[in-house]
T-cell receptor
Framework: SQTIHQWPATLVQPVGSPLSLECTVE??????LYWYRQAAGRGLQLLFY??????ISSEVPQNLSASRPQDRQFILSSKKLLLSDSGFYLC???????????FGPGTRLLVL | EDQVTQSPEALRLQEGESSSLNCSYT??????LFWYRQDPGKGPEFLFT???AGEEKEKERLKATLTKKESFLHITAPKPEDSATYLC??????????????FGGGTRVLVKP
């Protein structure tokens, strides 16, 4: 069966510090991968998606970047965090040819 | 632009008191409508996918229905463990943006014993 991991689960970082969040998927090959951000009390906003290694598409201009160095690994990064980067970050995956996306446990980021 | 609006924003129910959540959507051709359940501090858990008007799906006390403009999530005789935020999302028919989902703001459901 497929599983998705995210770490860390919680992160508190000062403004201006770098960021690296990692997502890995097990039990499937060549998935589509997604990064979402969920602000408090709000719906999910798609940040990035990837259809393959090294292929990244950005949905909204922002202070963040994403990379996919391996087939089942998706990384969300920032060189300098802003207060507005605080939120709940969710990674999701989808099997090619199917519609349903499955979400990871999320990372809670607090920028102070 | 695809849009999803969920109502109400919050819903307080007594155990056993059935109710419905609404998801209204605007999309340029619907590929699928999705319902997720999200517990506090956790990632969304997939519940249902609906593809065409008139389709219905059930899981335990939950039943999802779909029309051309909206979807309903019916909760029958809810229990406290049904307390969660329920998210609705749509996927457009046109293959774009990696089959991205557009989410509504969610409905927070609290079921009191």
């Amino acid at each position: 069966s497929q599983t998705i991991h995210q770490w860390p689960a919680t992160l508190v970082q000062p403004v201006g510090s770098p960021l690296s969040l990692e997502c890995t998927v097990e039990g499937t090959s060549n998935p589509n991968l997604y990064w979402y951000r969920q602000a408090a009390g709000r719906g999910l906003q798609l940040l990035f998606y990837s259809v393959g290694i090294g292929q990244i598409s950005s949905e909204v201009p922002q202070n963040l970047s994403a990379s996919r160095p391996q087939d089942r690994q998706f990384i969300l990064s920032s060189k300098k965090l802003l207060l507005s980067d605080s939120g709940f970050y969710l990674c999701a995956w989808r099997v090619r040819g199917r519609e349903t996306q499955y979400f990871g446990p999320g990372t809670r980021l607090l920028v102070l | 632009e695809d849009q999803v609006t969920q109502s109400p924003e919050a819903l307080r129910l007594q155990e056993g008191e059935s109710s419905s959540l609404n998801c209204s959507y605007t999309v340029s051709g619907l590929r699928g409508l999705f319902w997720y359940r999200q517990d506090p501090g956790k990632g969304p858990e997939f519940l249902f996918t609906l593809y065409s008007a008139g389709e219905e799906k059930e899981k335990e006390r939950l039943k999802a229905t779909l029309t051309k403009k909206e979807s309903f999530l019916h909760i029958t005789a809810p229990k406290p463990e049904d307390s969660a935020t329920y998210l609705c999302a749509v996927q457009a028919l046109v293959e774009a943006a990696g089959n991205k989902l557009t989410f509504g703001g969610g409905t927070r459901v609290l079921v009191k014993p």
